[in-house]
């Protein structure tokens, strides 16, 4: 358990591939996170929302750490062609994935 007060709540929202790859890598940072699964609203897509207390001089270091395990992804969505007879399915690329960081501020934290 850490003796540096919590003075910051990052909230990242990453892909849910990604999830493992970024636990472990604050794992090893000795941050403690916790992560809830969610999902995206634009495409439907499984994510998880990390939540990170730390004191504010260690959020470079998560920060870091995101953009490192995070990665984007171009995947292929099938859209069919308006105006056509037979609805042919058409293959749009849409970049999925990285990281959503929101870092809050912490007035006050406890423990029990």
Do not use: W
Not at 29 to 38: E, G, T, W
Not at 89 to 101: L, Q
């Amino acid at each position: 358990m850490s003796t540096e007060p919590v003075r910051l709540l990052i909230l990242a929202v990453v892909q849910e591939q990604d999830q493992d790859v970024a636990m472990h890598t604050l794992e090893r940072l000795h941050i403690p996170a916790v992560y809830l699964a969610s999902t995206g609203g634009y495409l439907g897509r499984r994510n998880a929302t990390l939540m990170i207390g730390l004191p504010q001089e260690r959020e470079a270091d998560v920060l870091k750490a995101l953009q490192d395990t995070c990665r984007q992804r171009v995947e292929y969505m099938t859209l069919p062609l308006e105006g056509s007879a037979m609805p042919m399915p058409a293959p749009v690329a849409v970049t999925v994935g990285g990281a959503t960081v929101f870092a809050l501020p912490v007035e006050r934290f406890e423990e029990f």
